[in-house]
């Protein structure tokens, strides 16, 4: 079945740290995104990418980078990890206007 | 930006049905979304509305829209314990990229 998948799941680093996460979907959708969710504040979008080597900034991008090389995948790399990045990471994909966002499962990450 | 409100919290009793209300301030919504996130889970798509409807009922779950006053609302019939979660309401317009904006979510509570 296709899917989207997200890695690493928990991730605790230091701050200063450069922290890449995963995702992957196979569902082969052009559109990719990533959020994050703080309480109080809802899904915040940080980055999205309607198809290879397109990117795009969101709401809350500062401190947050992509790169879209191939369909599958948009890793999320923070450049040098700071304590108010703190959150859930939420991955989704979707195909065409107004199409439904599939999400993974999230990856929590905690900046120490 | 635009901005969509929901409720932060809201309590009933198992059978009972549960009304979750969201507003929106982007006139050009096009779709609505709403998404249900179980605990320690990304977010799932339950159901959405064209601008273009007033209702839609699918099974226990009915939205009801009115753009007038830009308010969304879902309503869950014979509420059930594992209707417990979080839901989110989402817009978008058709020009803006399948791009959405969230409310905070609003976390349903059901007392057996």
């Known amino acids: 079945d296709a899917e989207i998948t997200q890695s690493p799941r928990h991730k605790i680093t230091e701050t200063g740290r450069q922290v890449t996460l995963a995702c992957h979907q196979t569902?082969?959708?052009?559109?990719m995104f990533w959020y994050r969710q703080d309480l109080g504040h809802g899904l915040r979008l940080i980055h999205y990418?309607?198809?290879?080597?397109?990117?795009n900034k969101g709401e809350v991008s500062d401190g947050y980078s992509v790169s879209r090389s191939n369909t599958e995948d948009l890793p999320l790399t923070l450049e040098s990890a700071a304590s108010s990045q703190t959150s859930v990471y939420f991955c989704a994909s979707s195909v065409g206007q107004g199409g439904e966002q599939f999400f993974g499962p999230g990856t929590r990450l905690t900046v120490l | 930006g635009e901005d969509v409100e929901q409720s932060l919290f809201l309590s009933v009793r198992e059978g009972d049905s549960s009304v979750i209300n969201c507003t929106y301030t982007?006139?050009?919504?096009?779709?609505l979304y709403w998404y249900k996130q179980e605990p320690g889970a990304g977010l799932q798509l339950l159901t959405y509305i064209f601008s273009n409807m007033d209702m839609k009922q699918d099974q226990r779950l009915t939205v009801l829209l009115n753009k007038k006053d830009k308010h969304l609302s879902l309503r869950i019939a014979d509420t059930q314990t594992g209707d417990s979660a979080i839901y989110f309401c989402a817009e978008t317009a058709y020009n803006a990229g399948n791009m959405l904006t969230f409310g905070g979510g609003t976390r349903l509570m059901v007392k057996p």
């Open positions: 982007d006139s050009s919504s096009t779709y």
């Open positions: 990418s309607y198809g290879v080597q397109d990117t």
């Open positions: 569902w082969n959708h052009n559109n």
